[in-house]
């Protein structure tokens, strides 16, 4: 069955600390796998994407299909960062599965 | 257009009755999903439409639930004989593609 884990629902760090948050996945298939990002009285909106293999505000992620795992970093957190990030796996074209979230909270 | 809209906003109901939730997409996104959310956890896909073709609905939504979308323009979402269960944050997505979803503000339903 297809699932999605993010283990941690909290991650506190310091500004201009690296932050990695954790997401695991179990799928059968080739995954397509993405990062959303609700900061605080905003809608869910697209951080990034595998397959676009991008930067975005400065965070990446990097599928690794032998650990099953597609975590989000960034090298020097930012207050503006403090958000919560959901993992999510596209399956069969149409659906999607995400993760519980995780709070990224970065303290000044 | 300023991006997905949904409403109302807000529901409350007592246990029982009926509700149904609108949402109006981006205009020219031909996909459009829905989805649940309670506290603590991600978004729970419910189902889909490619235009006004239902392709996908997922297992978990009881016969109680049930989705439109005519002219493959607005949707809704009908929940019958409401329980306190059903109590959550109802999201609306639509997209051009498979790989960008644009959310909606969504409805918070309260079932008393």
């Known amino acids: 069955a297809q699932r999605v884990t993010q283990p941690e629902k909290l991650l506190s760090v310091f500004k201009g600390a690296p932050v990695e948050l954790k997401c695991n996945y179990s799928?059968?298939?080739?995954?397509?796998l993405f990062w959303y990002v609700q900061y605080s009285r905003q809608r869910l909106q697209l951080l990034l994407r595998?397959?676009s293999r991008e930067s975005i505000k400065g965070f990446t992620a990097d599928l690794n299909k032998g650990e099953t795992s597609f975590h989000l970093k960034k090298p020097f957190a930012q207050e503006e960062d403090s958000a919560m990030y959901y993992c999510?796996?596209?399956?069969?074209?149409?659906?999607?599965?995400f993760g519980s979230g995780t709070k990224l909270n970065v303290k000044p | 257009d300023t991006g997905v809209s949904q409403n109302p906003r807000h529901k409350i109901t007592k246990r029982g009755q009926n509700v149904t939730f609108r949402c109006d997409p981006i205009?020219?996104?031909?996909?459009l999903y829905w989805y649940r959310q309670t506290l603590g956890q991600g978004p729970e896909f419910l189902t889909y439409?490619?235009?006004?073709?239902?392709?996908?609905k997922s297992r978990l939504l009881s016969d109680r639930f049930s989705a439109e979308r005519p002219k493959g323009s607005f949707s809704t979402l009908e929940i019958q004989r409401t329980e306190q269960g059903d109590s959550a944050m109802y999201l609306c997505?639509?997209?051009?593609?498979?790989?960008?979803?644009?959310f909606g503000p969504g409805t918070r339903l309260t079932v008393t």
């Open positions: 205009s020219e996104h031909n996909r």
């Open positions: 799928y059968s298939g080739s995954p397509e």
């Open positions: 997505a639509s997209s051009v593609d498979s790989y960008e979803q644009y």
């Open positions: 999510a796996l596209l399956y069969n074209f149409n659906k999607f599965y």
């Open positions: 439409f490619q235009n006004e073709a239902q392709l996908e």
């Open positions: 595998h397959i």
